[in-house]
């Protein structure tokens, strides 16, 4: 019983982050587009009228900044011709498209990820002097400050996360699919393949919140020894 719960466990924590990788990769290997990701995001943002909102690759992951106004492509995802390539590029533009049209979701995520990373300083802070102060002071509230710098180093991220999931799947299934459909950029048999990479595009936020679940629970039993 324990091997099973301990599988099931693992399948629901890293599941989503597996079969997401894997569809990326599945579909990253035939070339057969005229133009690579770069190519087509940039044709995305002239279409919709973008101007402030500059393509570069970057090594760091697909995404995009809302204060830099840049999409960030990688080349291994995106410097193809590949399904891959057009579908990660169009749901990167899908969250340009959300900032330039004031989208509330992205704007609360821009705004908290500001905040988490502040958090996530003090909290890490507050774990690391803590138990220097309590040796020295014997302070009997040294069990509530670690417990708020645990707080701020695995909960906020973890919020960060949740409130990130309907900007994900807003980017996907409302933006970038449309686009892709109406400019007759994909071919209609591909619109299924389409749908499971904009699904993984959104599944990768899901398996951090899962992992993220996880690290609070961890943190909760380390505090109730």
């Known amino acids: 019983m324990v091997v099973i719960i301990a599988i099931l466990a693992v399948t629901i924590l890293f ?16 070339e ?6 770069f190519e087509l995001a940039r044709l995305l943002l002239a279409d919709t009228g973008i101007e402030t ?16 106004k840049m999409i960030g492509l990688t080349a291994n995802h995106c410097g193809r011709r590949t399904l891959t390539a057009v579908v990660v590029a169009a749901h990167e533009v899908g969250h ?9 979701p992205l704007k609360a995520r821009t705004r ?6 502040r958090m996530e300083k003090i909290g890490a802070g507050i774990i690391m002097v803590v138990p220097v102060l309590t040796v020295i002071t014997r302070v009997p509230a040294a069990g509530l400050l670690m417990f708020l710098g645990g707080l701020a180093t695995l909960c906020i991220p973890l919020l960060v996360h949740l409130v990130t999931l309907p900007t994900e799947f807003d980017a996907s299934f409302k933006r970038a699919l449309p686009m892709l459909v109406s400019g007759k950029y994909i071919p209609d048999e591909d619109l299924p393949a389409a749908r499971r990479i904009l699904l993984a595009c959104a599944m990768t936020y899901v398996a951090n919140a899962l992992v993220g679940l996880l690290n609070v629970y961890r943190w909760f039993r380390i505090l109730r020894r």
């Open 53 to 68: 909102v500059e393509v570069q690759e970057t090594p760091v992951g697909d995404h995009y900044d809302p204060e830099k």
């Open 96 to 104: 340009a498209i959300q900032d330039h049209t004031g989208f509330t």
């Open 15 to 30: 599941g989503p982050s597996l079969w997401a990788a894997r569809v990326l990769r599945r579909h990253n290997r035939e």
């Open 112 to 117: 908290m990820i500001r905040s988490a990373a």
């Open 32 to 37: 057969y587009f005229s133009g690579n990701g």
